[in-house]
């Protein structure tokens, strides 16, 4: 079923919840199968909120980043940003 379109919180939530219930039936969201229904979930929201205009930071990874991404050096050493 196609996504709604809008950009309230409740369409969002539906858009989630209707792109994890394809990827219950399917096993696959678009052509990408992510390996467990977390990965799952993380896709939906990011494609859900691709779809309303937004972009959303996950606090772990996953998220959609913007311009500049923060990521650790091997060796432990503070933050970097890379461009």
Request: aromatic share 4%.
């Amino acid at each position: 079923m196609p996504l709604k379109k809008g950009s309230s919180q409740k369409t969002i939530s539906s858009n989630i919840g209707e792109i994890v219930r394809d990827y219950k039936k399917d096993g696959m969201i678009g052509t990408s199968k992510p390996k467990s229904k977390a990965a799952a979930v993380k896709q939906a929201a990011a494609i859900a909120y691709s779809k309303a205009g937004k972009t959303k930071q996950m606090a772990k990874g996953g998220g959609v980043q913007g311009p500049a991404m923060i990521v650790k050096k091997k060796d432990g050493n503070r933050p970097v940003k890379i461009y």
